[in-house]
């Protein structure tokens, strides 16, 4: 996401906030629903913000079922050509896929 468009989603929203605090009456419910407010939009910008990236974020999504799609893809167009994968590649895929797919540690 582009550093500018960050720097103006969140000037926008600090005005925002700041305005409805100006406006709002001098009490305790009010000020509780502000910072409530406030963290739930803050909350979906982090959560745009991870689902930017999704295989390596702190929400992750698993990528085998796209890579089983492709591979199932693969399968019916080797077939056609009249060409099959080895266990070799078979092997080679699954290291792949679970080197990528480890914790990292945080």
Do not use: Y
Request: charged share 20%.
């Amino acid at each position: 996401m582009p550093r500018a468009f960050l720097a103006l989603v969140t000037f926008w929203l600090t005005l925002l906030f700041v305005s409805f605090g100006l406006f709002a009456p001098r009490k305790l419910m009010a000020a509780l629903v502000l910072v409530l407010c406030a963290l739930a939009v803050s909350g979906a910008v982090e959560l745009i913000f991870e689902l930017e990236d999704p295989f390596t974020r702190l929400v992750r999504i698993s990528p085998l079922p796209m890579r089983n799609a492709v591979a199932a893809l693969n399968e019916q167009g080797s077939a056609a050509q009249g060409f099959s994968p080895t266990q070799d590649d078979e092997d080679r895929a699954m290291e792949e896929h679970s080197s990528r797919t480890t914790p990292d540690s945080r």
